[in-house]
């Protein structure tokens, strides 16, 4: 080899490696500026019910733990929304909130559904959310007082009975209505109250007898005595398959008895697959969105958060923000007839044939 030839390899390693050690600086600096937004913020869980139900138990939990897995652990705090099922959270975090990290919310399952099925008072588009993840997919049930003269799903094909529930696309004012159209059960629907704790309150009281569209791990973590003391029994259960803790509790496909009956319970089903969603604004900054997300994962692995969440009876059955994003997308591409269908029974306006 050549003096002159090793020279100029040399200068080649030399000009390489300065240009990769630049590379790489420019690298951890970016990556430092990303980390270093948290630094001093607030960052706010805002939950769309009132303090004491599944929901904001579920959130305060996860905001105790979130922290610890963001860059620069910043603090995190709960607060709560409360407004029309979570509708009102859904319109703030699109409409309002700021686009930087600092705000995200956690809506009612049904809620970002509500833009698919022309909802009252909807003022988003489910599919630019800023998505973070879910913290269970999970089914929803039917249940009733244990003073009510309904002793099972099948009374209700024939016997009128109140359920509480609560404002515009939240499950239990959408769920009861759709299977009084598509089934010809006679749930008379009573609507006003801000979540699921004011529900079960209503029903102590004698103002209803029941309720649809509660989620099994709300009753689990907010209700568990009653299940086991029977003052609170279920009569049925929203999903494509039976709980492995309900194996004998019917499903509402059950109970179908046409082709039109069965897709539009099983399209009723398809949301409780977000099961918990948390979201952020539209535009949210992607290197932000994925911290958010990252930390999202990383809280649903955290043994000391799973720990507490075995204590007080919170099932966490994830699901990312990926996936949510892929579940939306899935349902703005149902026929839209189907949809129509849903919409149509959601109003009651007939039962499917």
């Not at 109250?193 to 309720?211: K, L, N, Q, S």
């Amino acid at each position: 080899m050549s003096l002159v030839f090793r020279m100029r390899f040399t200068i080649c390693i030399v000009a390489c490696l300065t240009a990769s050690q630049f590379a790489l600086i420019g690298f951890h600096e970016s990556v430092a500026a990303q980390d270093s937004f948290y630094a001093g913020k607030t960052l706010k869980v805002i939950v769309g019910f009132p303090p004491g139900g599944g929901y904001d138990i579920y959130a305060r939990t996860f905001a105790r733990f979130l922290p610890r897995h963001i860059p620069d652990e910043p603090a995190v705090i709960a607060v709560n929304m409360p407004g029309a099922g979570s509708l009102t959270l859904a319109n703030y975090i699109y409409n309002v909130a700021p686009k930087d990290g600092t705000e995200i919310g956690s809506v009612e399952t049904f809620i970002p559904f509500e833009a698919f099925f022309k909802g009252a008072g909807v003022r988003f588009d489910p599919l630019k959310f800023s998505w973070i993840g879910s913290l269970n997919s999970e089914m929803s049930t039917c249940v009733i007082w244990h003073a009510s003269k309904i002793k099972s799903f099948e009374d209700l094909l024939t016997t009128e009975a109140s359920f509480g529930a609560t404002g515009s696309g939240a499950p239990p004012v959408m769920e009861p209505k759709v299977m009084n159209a598509v089934m010809g059960t006679k749930m008379k629907v009573i609507t006003g109250y801000p979540g699921t704790a004011d529900i079960f309150i209503a029903m102590e009281r004698g103002e209803v007898e029941g309720a649809c569209g509660v989620g099994w791990t709300t009753l689990l973590s907010t209700r568990g005595a009653w299940l086991a003391q029977g003052t609170l029994r279920i009569l049925a259960q929203n999903a494509v398959k039976r709980h492995p803790n309900l194996p004998q509790t019917p499903l509402l496909l059950d109970f179908a008895k046409t082709k039109a009956q069965k897709d539009l319970l099983t399209l009723l089903a398809a949301p409780h697959r977000a099961g918990r969603p948390y979201l952020a604004p539209p535009g949210l900054p992607a290197e932000r969105l994925q911290i958010l997300r990252q930390a999202f994962e990383a809280t649903t692995k955290d043994s000391a958060f799973l720990t507490e969440a075995e204590k007080l009876k919170l099932a966490i059955n994830p699901v990312t923000g990926k996936e949510m994003e892929a579940i939306f997308t899935e349902i703005s591409r149902m026929d839209s007839s189907l949809i129509d269908a849903m919409i149509d029974a959601r109003t009651e306006k007939g039962r499917a044939n």
